[in-house]
């Protein structure tokens, strides 16, 4: 009998360890077929990453080249040009070619920069001056941008130049006036032969081959090229469109180019319409895997082998196995202890816990699934059903639905072999987390967690990510989503909206004279304002710093309902405060952009949204403007100053003048005030206005300012002792750590005195409180210069500016000037003003005088200086007149 037992289960080892050897044998088979997968996918997943690097180094080599094309259209678009002749005189000239030479810097090397009139005849170009008479309608790109109005970068089919006799590759764009009249066309023509550098590197790689083509699928390089395909367009039913479409990716094909089949990776270059292909043969990416899976063969030849030795020794083992029965017993013992300590790892798990069998029916369950149902030990029984169960959940309210319905879900997804996880919150606000792990045997294991605090966090953390933390309102992010919702909506059901951006007026003032605290409960105090007054059909979010933005939909006349809200959020939001015991005044400056009047797309709208801002801004603050076009000519216009502004000390572009300052009681001049020009060579002479926010914005204001102070030394050294040079330092300059030492290095250069030297610098330095501004500012006080505030009267004119540092004199600004022969107010704080500085021992100087009798008023008010044109204009250092004779007497002469 016992024989009869040991003999059965050997037998069913034999066939198990033949079914095991079969099996492996099959598992290698297809482990050998997933490593030729794997071969072709890595080999793939390769030219895809080459084709996103060759991608990159294309959009990285031509983006120049379209920035130089970008440039040449702004320019146009900047210029006021009424008639089409003006075109080519501006465009053709020689002072153009200069640029155009100099913009070949930037571009890769073998570029050439065309510019040709609306008729296609040559304008200007980087090869010669003057430049060859030559007509391009003929080209495709002409017709193509002629017929086409576009603002795309059009790439041609390679073609041979008529000026080098060279293949090459033609970039254009369309050039257009600010009407959106068609001039001509920018052209930038790349010979093939200079861009080898971009697909160098392939050719060192076995196998693969390089293509660039149009997104029309029309070839424009490839290598190798022994046929030259050059020029020739993909098949219609090549399957490189369907993957151009997706946004790149790879493919099977053969026949495109030649019989060979090869795996091809496809790659849009970005911003440009170009698309990079990196073909590999296939013979090439399988060869190593051959020879792979020819070792692997061999390998399974020797396992089999070893699986047949290792039966027999199985066989030896099994006949030991006859002695072990005696150990059994004592086997089934401790399977005894095990359950027991199996039932007390259940019963103490933090998580409640069922099994059930295939037929629906109870296995086990813990106690702490009793206890988070507040179910009684006898409500649940071995072997009773899911049905059941669920019943008696639902009578004590602890399942919420369908009893049948979530039966039927479990079946479904149990049936495939799919978890099911479902999470219910309970009546009592607990949040219960259920995950049905199914079993071999076709029963489930059900976990039962509560996720209640877990689940909450998630939740604040989603709301955090989505709001901002001071206002809690939506933040950029949210914000933006809104908007692109917006834009879908508009897109399906048409109307349009209005977007709202706006910041809070000298909110830094705040912020820095009454600390961060206020500022941010200011900030608060904005946000409640703003939930009060604006419509709850609206999307209110918090940029970032003081910036606010509203998204407001609706339909009809958007204009005059987007007029009502500003002027709400001005009238409310510009209304006093009183916040941590402080009283705070503040206004606000708006931007409103509409939809799709303004903008078809999120960037576009905020962008021009920002343009209004800023002109409200520039209108005296505390209004709000609608975007109009001219302002996005008037950015394009800052951004060509911008650069142009970057080469404009180099050129030698920049000129000082100077205005005479005189001693009011002897009506002799007493110092000049140096006051920077720019001969600009396209739009003439430019004033400070014009161009010095755009310096301080940029940082160039560092390099000007320390060459106007140069040259303005320099020339006081010829004029007499007694006549001071005044040169106004930004703001930005106070922040360099190099300031002291550069000033006194420049008087020493040019052996100027410096107690001749005058520094006017503005309020806004001091608004900053930085120690080191103070500093800086006592240390070239230390040298014997000069320290003069600046506009005095306009801003905060805290007299607090005056214990921080002990100016040598205040210039009151001209406003009041200008006002006091027709207003008292503006008179009296004149004469307060220099009353004040007589106390403190200060000079005051009135500018802006330009009558005789503002003259007597501000020399009746006791002012010591005055400076206007009545005494005389800004003049290069030539034209200045230091003799002896009063101011008065000369200008009568």
Known sequence: ?????????????????????????????????????????????????????????????????????????????????????????????????????????????????????????????????????????????????????????????????????????????????????FLGVAVAALDIPHIERVWRPIAELDGRTFVMLRQDGTVLVRYPDPK???????????????????????????????????????RAVPNLPLVVNIGMDEDVILGPWERRA??????????????????????????????????????????????VRLDAALNNMSQGLCMFDRDERLVLCNERYLKMYGLAGADVRHGMSLSDLLQRRTATGTFMGDPDDYRGRLRDQLLHGNRLYVQTELPDGRIVAVLNQPMPDGGWVATHEDVTERQRAVWRIAHMARHDALTDLANRLLFSERLDEAFARMDVAGGGFALFVFDLDLFKAVNDS????????????????????????CTIGRLGGDEFAVLMPGSGDLRAAASALADMALREIGAPYDVEGSHVGIGISIGVAIAPDDGGNSSALLKNADLALYRAKA?????WRFFEIEMDAEARMQHVLEIDLRSALA?????????????????????????????????????????????????????????????????????????????NMSPVQFRS????????????????????????????????????????????????????????????????????????????????????????????????????????????????????????????????????????????????????REIGERNRS
């Open 514 to 537: 009454l600390g961060h605290p206020v500022g941010d409960a200011l900030l608060r105090a904005v946000a409640d304002r703003l939930r009060r007054c604006v419509p709850a059909s």
């Open 228 to 266: 030259r395909r050059a020029g020739d367009r993909l098949p219609s039913t090549s399957p490189w469109y369907r993957v151009v479409a997706q946004g790149g990716g790879a493919f099977r094909g053969s026949g495109i180019f030649d019989p060979n089949r090869r795996w091809i990776a496809v």
């Open 651 to 727: 050129s030698d572009e920049l000129d000082v003048h100077y205005q005479v300052i005189v001693d009011v009681a002897t009506r002799l001049p007493c110092g000049v005030e140096a006051l920077v020009r720019w001969r600009h060579p396209v739009f003439g002479d430019l004033s400070p206005d014009r161009f010095v926010p755009i310096a301080e914005n940029t940082g160039l204001i560092v390099p000007i300012g320390e060459w106007i102070l140069r040259r303005a030394c320099a020339e006081a050294t010829g004029w007499p002792a007694h006549v001071k040079i005044a040169v």
């Open 619 to 623: 209108s005296g603050r505390h209004c």
């Open 1 to 181: 009998m016992t024989d009869r037992r040991l003999v059965q289960p050997f037998h069913a080892l034999i066939a198990v360890a033949a079914v095991l050897v079969g099996l492996g044998i099959v598992a290698i088979g297809l482990t050998v077929w997933n490593l030729r997968s794997d071969a072709i996918r890595i080999a793939v997943r390769d030219s895809e990453n080459i084709a996103v690097l060759v991608g990159d180094q294309v959009a990285r080599s031509l983006e120049p080249l379209v920035d130089v094309l970008d440039e040449i259209r702004e320019r146009a678009a900047a210029l006021p040009m009424e008639r089409p002749e003006e075109f080519r005189e501006r465009f053709g000239s020689e002072a153009m070619f200069r640029l155009l030479s100099d913009r070949i810097a930037w571009i890769p090397p073998g570029v050439a920069l065309t510019i040709t009139d609306s008729r296609g005849d040559l304008v200007n170009t980087s090869r010669a001056w003057p430049p060859f008479a030559l007509n391009l309608a003929d080209r495709d790109y002409f017709r193509h941008l002629v017929s086409n109005a576009t603002t795309a970068l059009y790439v041609s089919a390679p073609v041979e130049s008529r000026l080098t006799g060279e293949t090459t590759l033609i970039f254009a764009k369309r050039i257009v006036d600010r009407r959106g009249e």
């Open 737 to 884: 750590p190099g300031l002291v030492a550069m000033v006194r290095g420049t008087l020493a250069a040019v052996g100027l005195p410096p107690e001749r030297l005058e520094l006017e610098i503005t309020e806004s330095v001091l608004l900053q409180k930085h120690s080191e501004i103070i500093d800086r500012l006592h240390e070239l006080s230390a040298l014997g210069i000069n320290i003069v505030l600046d506009d005095f009267g306009v801003g905060y004119s805290s007299l607090n500016y005056l214990r921080l540092f002990p100016f040598s004199k205040i210039k009151i600004d001209r406003g009041f000037v200008g006002e006091m022969a027709r207003r008292t107010d503006c008179a009296t704080i004149v004469s307060a003003v220099t009353g004040l500085a007589h106390a403190l021992d200060m000079a005051t100087t009135a500018e802006g005088v330009e009558t005789w009798e503002q003259f007597r008023l501000v020399q009746a008010a006791g002012c010591s200086q005055a400076q206007g044109y009545l005494f005389s204009r800004p003049e290069p250092a030539g034209r200045l007149d230091f003799s002896r």
């Open 294 to 339: 020819a070792l692997i063969a061999f390998a399974t030849l020797l396992a089999v082998l070893a699986a047949v030795l290792l039966l027999r020794a199985l066989i030896l083992q099994f006949r030991r196995l006859s002695r072990s029965e005696a150990s059994l017993a004592a086997t089934s013992h401790e399977l005894k202890h095990a359950n």
